[in-house]
């Protein structure tokens, strides 16, 4: 194991290890080698981090020169989510394109592949499963990220999720419990809160997360959301109840805990990251997700000392801290030991063999069966109907079919086209008739995400159809408008696997 740097006294040194910092830039910079060097044990990647595998294969190697044992995390859940191909795109679709199939063994396949491409790159954590039941379809934030609204198939996707990606030497750490699913509002900006009885949780939130513990999860995260049912003061993150009540004891979890990123306005707009930093510990979190917002020295230093202080204080007991901090360290001993995978046992085409199974492909009443559409044989014109990106999934990935159909068929033209201002029908038929202004004779294919959410592309839709029903309408999202156009192509997912098989049913280069 590593030799820490003299003159680290114990109680700064677990207060180093439970936090889990980012840093800005595709190398490591001299602070976070210092802090390594001083007891810092994880740290935090994202896309800013990442240019290519052998680029972070370079990186995660600096990291271990420094300290062997370190916990390299990420946020790869696959699909829309995606740190590793942030710049083009996920070759995996993502969890509800999994849910959609409804095929354990393929879902396993696929985390497993993911796992091993991680543990190529030298990443040993990921922050993956998404295993909240996504039964408010208005969710924001959750959405194609969850398997799907079924408690049973989240439960036993979860669970084949978490085996497939610890099979390849990969910790699972499912998220976002108790459940992020009931909820109409974005952690990132402010204070979900879920209002049900403790028995809808226990029979529908808690299902999934019992079957990653049964399956071995290495680490679950917590989410930033109020549940009165089981604490009506404080959210998850900094809930005794919830985190050591329910999750250690009633549920019988004893790997390690961690938080949602504590930058998250749920958290930081109410107690600060200092403060919810103390909280968070106190109730059983282990380890301290921050980064994806704040990434430098003064960031660790602050909640360091913040830690340091409340033990002295006599706020934060020092055997949880120190309990945490083993917790930690732990996890890195079974990352150090995991078997690795020596090669793709599955195929590298795997997602897009689970993405084209994914596709639900209908056709508009009275317009026939979906076998009898032509494919297109002239370039189209894409009218990606753009919602704005949450920020798990963040707005540098690309999406949508264009850049896959102008492979297929070249000449395709692409626009997109946003809400704008006024009311949303307005707006709506605004960027209606823009596309079909910017289409011309072009036979149009219109993208949208999660049309029910939003009603100005609904509008929107609806114009560019009242113009040219023979229109081709693919949704990335999750489908629950009825489905409408000459064609309608649901692939579950906006990741780049799934654009090219709703790509491949227009041009007829596979069968629908």
């Not at 920020?391 to 949508?400: F, K, L, M, N, S």
């Amino acid at each position: 194991m590593t030799t820490l740097a003299s003159g680290t006294d114990t109680l700064t040194r677990d207060a180093l290890t439970v936090l889990q910092p980012g840093f800005t830039g595709t190398t490591a910079p001299d602070w976070l080698l210092r802090r390594l060097g001083e007891g810092l044990a994880s740290v935090g990647l994202f896309g800013r981090n990442i240019a290519s595998p052998g680029q972070l294969a370079a990186l995660t190697a600096q990291l271990r020169a420094e300290r062997d044992d370190v916990l390299v995390a990420i946020d790869e859940e696959g699909g829309d989510v995606t740190r590793l191909e942030v710049r083009n795109g996920s070759s995996f679709p993502g969890n509800h394109a999994l849910g959609a199939v409804d095929d354990v063994e393929l879902t396993q396949q696929v985390a497993h592949e993911l796992g091993r491409r991680l543990a190529a790159c030298g990443v040993n954590l990921n922050w993956a499963p998404s295993a909240d039941v996504n039964s408010d379809p208005r969710n924001p934030v959750i959405g194609v990220r969850s398997f799907g609204a079924d408690t049973a198939l989240a439960a036993r996707h979860t669970a084949a999720y978490v085996t497939g990606l610890q099979s390849a030497g990969v910790a699972a750490c499912t998220k976002h419990f108790p459940g992020h699913g009931d909820t109409a509002v974005d952690s990132h900006h402010a204070l979900p809160r879920i209002d049900v009885s403790a028995e809808v949780l226990a029979e529908r939130e808690l299902a999934p997360f019992r079957a990653a513990i049964d399956a071995g999860t290495r680490a679950v995260m917590s989410a930033h959301i109020l549940v009165p049912a089981l604490d009506p003061e404080r959210p998850a993150t900094l809930s005794r109840r919830i985190l050591t009540g329910l999750l250690r004891d009633e549920l019988g979890y004893d790997g390690l805990i961690v938080t949602d990123g504590m930058e998250m306005r749920a958290i930081a707009g109410t107690y600060g990251i200092e403060r919810g930093s103390v909280l968070a510990i106190a109730a059983g979190a282990d380890a301290i997700c921050v980064g994806g917002g704040l990434a430098d020295d003064a960031t660790v230093l602050r909640l360091r000392d913040a830690l340091v202080s409340a033990v002295r204080a006599g706020e934060l007991p020092e055997e949880r801290l120190a309990e945490a901090a083993d917790r930690v360290r732990a996890l890195a001993r079974w990352a150090g030991t995991a078997g690795r995978p020596a090669e793709d046992t599955h195929g590298t085409e795997i997602g897009l063999h689970a993405a084209r199974r994914a596709l639900t492909v209908t056709a508009a009443p009275g317009l026939g069966d979906p076998a009898t559409f032509k494919p297109l044989t002239e370039p189209p014109y894409v009218a990606a109907l753009t919602p704005v990106a949450n920020i798990a999934v963040g707005d540098e990935t690309p999406w949508g079919v264009a850049a896959e159909l102008i492979h297929l068929l070249p000449g395709t033209v692409t626009g997109s086209f946003s809400a704008g201002d006024g009311p949303e029908s307005e707006a709506g038929e605004n960027a209606g008739r823009a596309a079909l202004q910017a289409a011309g004779p072009r036979r149009i294919v219109a993208v949208v995400r999660d049309e029910h959410r939003h009603p100005w592309m609904a509008s929107a839709l609806g114009t560019l159809l009242a113009a040219r029903p023979d229109t081709v309408v693919v949704e990335m999202g999750v489908p629950q408008a009825a489905p409408r156009g000459a064609l309608h192509i649901a692939t579950h997912g906006a990741a780049r696997v799934c654009g090219r098989a709703a790509a491949e049913v227009i041009a007829g280069t596979t069968g629908v």
